[in-house]
Every structure is written in structure tokens, then in C-alpha cells.
């Protein structure tokens, strides 16, 4: 009876021998999986692209700034200053009346950004486009009449005879001065002025024409 409960306490310590051996190889498997998972999630992390912020840098116009420019109005880009002499005679019976008139003007050419159509001023992918109104004479008055004097004055003149040699210095400035070169000059001149105004707000790529 004794030599039975030796065996059966030894069947017993041999059982629980093995489970503990069992025990710790599968601990053993778990942790050798775990790790290797862990290894894998990490290799996987390393090796794909990160996400990246990506900041937008994009530069736009809004249109509080669009009609804060139309507000500059007119834009002169050239000024040429010019002086006409204009004479008139009156034939008398005894004596001939003579009026001669130095008039001074400057005839201003550029144009009026209040006259820019819908969407004249507008991105196009990473450039900035401007669309300008055509240049023109800018102010029809550019005769400065306080600086007009009479060269030579006899007899009496009437307010409608100085008219018409107003009028007549008037064509003759804009013939002298409203040729196709100032007209060119004035519109490089306002295509440079331009872009350098844009890029001063921060615009990088511009196209003016």
C-alpha cells in the first residue's frame, strides 16, 4: 500500500513537471511572437513613406484686392509736355488785325482701372494674369490756360475767335504728341509698372498685357 502512494505521488510530481514545462514553452512561443510582430510593425513603419502636412503656399487674389486696385482710377504711364503757337489775322479795310497765342499743354496717356472688364484680373494655375484696359488719352483738357499768353495783340478779339484758336492748338498738340511710339512707350511703360506693383504684393509669376 505504501510502495502504491510513492508511485502515485511520484505520477503526480512528473505530471506537473511536464505542465510546467508546457507552460513555459508556450510562454516562450508567445513572447518569440510577439516580438516578431512587433519587429515586423516597426520594419513596416520604417520603411513606408510617413504622412506629411502639406502646407499650402498657393498665393491667390481676393477681391478686396481686386477693386482696392480698380480704386486707383487713372494711371497715367506717360506725360509729354509740348507748346503751340497759333496765330490768327483779320483783314481791315484800313489795317489788318493780328492775334498770336502761345498755348502750353501736357497730354497725359495711360489708362482708367475703372474701365477693366469682369475677370481682367485673375489666376491662371501658379500665375497671376492681368488683362489691362487700352491706353488712352487720360483728360482732353490738358491745355493749361493760365500759362497761355498773347504774343501779339492788335485790335479787338472776341471770346468765340480765342475758341477757335484753342481748338486749333488743341489738334495740333494731339497730332504732335499722340503718335504710335508715345502710344508704345506708354503701354511698356504700364506693363512694367504693373508687374512691379503685383510682385510687390507678393506675386511671384505675373503676366501683364
Not at 84 to 97: A, I, K, M, N, P
Request: with cysteine.
Amino acid at each position: 500500500m505504501k510502495q502504491d502512494n510513492n508511485r502515485h505521488r511520484a505520477f503526480l510530481a512528473g505530471s506537473m513537471r511536464l505542465l510546467i514545462v508546457k507552460l513555459v514553452l508556450i510562454g516562450v512561443v508567445i513572447l518569440v511572437v510577439a516580438l516578431t510582430v512587433r519587429h515586423y510593425i516597426n520594419k513596416v513603419s520604417s520603411t513606408s513613406s510617413p504622412a506629411e502636412l502639406v502646407k499650402n503656399e498657393k498665393i491667390d487674389i481676393t477681391p478686396s484686392q481686386i477693386r482696392s486696385i480698380e480704386q486707383i482710377g487713372e494711371w497715367a504711364f506717360l506725360e509729354v509736355s509740348d507748346e503751340e503757337l497759333v496765330d490768327t489775322v483779320r483783314h481791315g479795310f484800313f489795317s489788318d488785325d493780328e492775334l498770336v497765342r502761345i498755348y502750353y499743354g501736357t497730354l497725359r496717356l495711360g489708362i482708367n482701372l475703372k474701365e477693366a472688364h469682369e475677370g481682367w484680373l485673375a489666376m491662371r494655375g501658379d500665375t497671376l494674369c492681368a488683362i489691362l484696359p487700352p491706353v488712352r488719352l487720360l483728360d482732353s483738357n490738358f491745355i493749361d490756360e493760365t500759362r497761355t499768353r498773347s504774343f501779339i495783340e492788335t485790335g479787338q478779339w472776341s471770346h468765340a475767335d480765342r475758341k477757335q484758336m484753342y481748338d486749333r492748338a488743341v489738334v495740333r498738340m494731339k497730332r504732335r504728341c499722340l503718335t504710335k511710339t508715345n502710344y508704345a512707350t506708354a503701354r511698356k511703360n504700364a506693363q512694367a509698372q504693373f508687374e512691379q506693383m503685383l510682385h510687390g504684393m507678393g506675386f511671384d509669376k505675373v503676366k501683364v498685357e
